[in-house]
């Protein structure tokens, strides 16, 4: 264990090191369209041109922010994932914004650190019982270490046996998706289904797998060591973008985080035009729809009082017809929030925290969130207004479990069969990934209590196996454009029989 200590530990501090000390260079024109967060919520030191922006002066880059947004009604929020670093995630945003048009909505991207290395030295080096505390943390730094290894070391026998009972299977056992719900509309498996592998696609996933194999044994207690750690780490700094630290010691609890200053910035906008009106129907309409089910007029149950039934749908209608008038006016401040992997994490806060904003479309691609949280959050948000969407993308369940990292040396599977396998202790199927369909698949009769008019505004859309065009590993998602309605919308999708899909 000493050496390991030795070994480990300066590259987990060179980690930490790299991951907060590097300055990114910006335009003025990328400065107005980007957050850039430090693991405590703060915002970085950006070179805007020629100028340094000073950490502390969190005021002026939302003021460059708002300013850019100007009169315009739409915005684009967008949340990358895990396993991304700061530079990379600027490198990303710079190259998306130079895709999107004058017609297409204000893209803000909010750029935060969550590579694994550096969030698992965070928790070895500064953080403690969920406070930045270093002094603290020198002192334990051996027996977190020590405790880390050791835990994974008594784990070793069920995750290598995890691991090789998975390799076996996707080496002999094709994997078919979970089957839908009944009484929710099918449709096909377009991408191979049913077709066996070819001579030369077994060979070469037989050898692809075989060789990396071995290393894996080493490989696989090094994530369930760091994993848990690491991710917990992340969840820490999901909540920092709205909290810092100091926020609990203030008597004024300002909420002192970077996207908390934002959403405040942005909060005279949420009332404008028709905002508040649409919000009043949508909640009177709601309402409404409550009432109904409570009478038992939804199913029409045997207690069903048919004038009362009668009466409320006819309320329902009308209430409906008067929120399309207002939503048809187009001049609310609308918000489009897509979210990527982990971000769906900061996107559930965001929702909790800021419901008074009209969320317009929500998109969660390979959702890393768990199911009772989005149940609890963004589909909550969803039950109550009308006028939202919701669209879960989700890989094939083969390239979910086929995805790989450090060219097969680590464990397969994306970072949801990570976040399954090794990191959560689930305690119910609702604790898995929202991200993975056969997850989705198992839970929906479970949580499938929505009224038609609910289902009717939610979409999950799956990817093929084979084509290109498509998103085929998990972090894929971030190399098409995320922001394009064709992208999440398979019913604006020309090409939709090339993707597996299902609709309420």
Same mark, same amino acid.
């Given at each position: 264990?000493?050496?390991?200590?030795?070994?480990?530990?300066?590259?987990?501090?060179?980690?930490?090191? $790299?991951?907060?000390?590097? +300055?990114?260079?910006?335009?003025?024109?990328?400065? &107005?369209?980007?957050?850039?967060?430090?693991?405590?919520?703060? !915002?970085?030191?950006?070179?805007?041109?020629?100028? !340094?922006?000073?950490?502390?002066?969190?005021?002026?880059?939302?003021?460059?922010?708002?300013?850019?947004?100007?009169?315009?009604?739409?915005?684009?929020?967008?949340?990358?994932?895990?396993?991304?670093?700061?530079?990379?995630?600027?490198?990303?945003?710079?190259?998306?914004? &130079? +895709?999107?048009?004058?017609?297409?909505?204000?893209?803000?991207?909010?750029?935060?650190? !969550?590579?694994?290395?550096?969030?698992?030295?965070?928790?070895?080096?500064?953080?403690?019982?969920?406070?930045?505390?270093?002094?603290?943390?020198?002192?334990?730094?051996?027996?977190?270490?020590?405790?880390?290894?050791?835990?994974?070391?008594? %784990?070793?026998?069920? !995750?290598?046996?995890?691991?090789?009972?998975?390799?076996?299977?996707?080496?002999?056992?094709?994997?078919?998706?979970?089957?839908?719900?009944?009484?929710?509309? &099918?449709? &096909?498996?377009?991408?191979?289904?049913?077709?066996?592998?070819?001579?030369a696609e077994q060979t070469e996933l037989f050898v692809t797998a075989l060789i990396p194999g071995i290393a894996r044994i080493l490989t696989t207690p090094l994530l369930d060591a760091i994993g848990l750690p690491a991710f917990r780490n992340m969840e820490r700094r999901a909540r920092v973008l709205f909290l810092w630290d100091s926020d609990f010691d203030s008597k004024e609890?300002?909420?002192?985080?970077?996207?908390?200053?934002?959403?405040?910035?942005?909060?005279? %906008?949420?009332?404008?035009?028709?905002?508040? $009106?649409?919000?009043?129907a949508a909640a009177k309409l709601h309402n409404l729809r409550q009432q109904h089910a409570l009478h038992g007029c939804e199913r029409m149950r045997g207690d069903a009082e048919p004038r009362a039934c009668a009466s409320l749908e006819r309320q329902i209608a009308e209430e409906r017809e008067r929120l399309a008038q207002i939503d048809g006016r187009d001049d609310a401040f609308r918000i489009t929030l897509v979210a990527h992997s982990m971000g769906t994490m900061v996107a559930n806060e965001l929702i909790r925290r800021h419901p008074e904003f009209i969320y317009e479309t929500?998109?969660?691609?390979?959702?890393?969130?768990?199911? +009772?949280?989005?149940?609890?959050?963004?589909?909550?948000?969803?039950?109550?207004?009308?006028?939202?969407?919701?669209?879960?993308?989700?890989?094939?369940?083969? $390239?979910?479990?086929?995805?790989?990292?450090?060219?097969?040396?680590?464990?397969?599977?994306?970072?949801?069969?990570w976040i399954d396998s090794y990191v959560v202790n689930q305690k119910s199927e609702l604790d898995r990934t929202l991200g993975k369909w056969d997850n989705v698949m198992r839970v929906l009769p479970v949580i499938d209590d929505l009224s038609d008019d609910v289902r009717q505004r939610i979409s999950i859309r799956g990817f093929g196996r084979e084509p290109a065009d498509q998103p085929r590993d998990h972090g894929d998602f971030n190399d098409f454009d995320f922001w394009k309605p064709a992208f999440w919308n398979f019913k604006s999708d020309p090409r939709t029989k090339d993707r597996w899909t299902l609709e309420p």
């Open positions: 264990m000493p050496r390991i200590v030795r070994i480990l530990l300066p590259l987990l501090l060179l980690a930490l090191a $790299s991951g907060c000390a590097s +300055k990114l260079r910006v335009t003025p024109h990328e400065y &107005a369209h980007m957050l850039c967060v430090d693991p405590d919520g703060r !915002t970085l030191p950006l070179l805007v041109g020629k100028e !340094t922006q000073p950490r502390a002066n969190f005021d002026r880059q939302i003021q460059a922010i708002v300013d850019g947004i100007g009169d315009r009604k739409h915005v684009l929020i967008y949340i990358h994932g895990g396993l991304v670093s700061l530079d990379k995630a600027v490198h990303a945003a710079k190259r998306d914004l &130079a +895709k999107f048009s004058d017609e297409d909505p204000y893209p803000i991207f909010v750029n935060w650190e !969550t590579g694994m290395f550096t969030s698992y030295a965070d928790h070895l080096v500064r953080i403690r019982h969920g406070r930045a505390e270093p002094l603290r943390a020198a002192v334990t730094i051996p027996f977190v270490l020590l405790a880390d290894f050791g835990a994974a070391l008594a %784990r070793l026998p069920i !995750t290598l046996w995890n691991q090789s009972s998975k390799g076996l299977a996707e080496l002999f056992v094709p994997n078919q998706p979970e089957p839908r719900p009944q009484d929710w509309e &099918a449709s &096909a498996w377009v991408d191979r289904q049913g077709e066996a592998r070819s001579a609890r300002q909420l002192s985080g970077a996207l908390s200053r934002l959403m405040r910035a942005l909060q005279p %906008r949420a009332g404008e035009g028709g905002a508040t $009106s649409l919000q009043a929500i998109v969660f691609m390979g959702a890393a969130c768990s199911i +009772k949280d989005f149940a609890d959050t963004t589909l909550v948000y969803v039950m109550q207004h009308e006028f939202t969407h919701f669209y879960s993308l989700t890989l094939h369940p083969e $390239s979910e479990s086929n995805d790989r990292y450090g060219y097969g040396f680590f464990p397969h599977g994306s970072l949801l069969d």
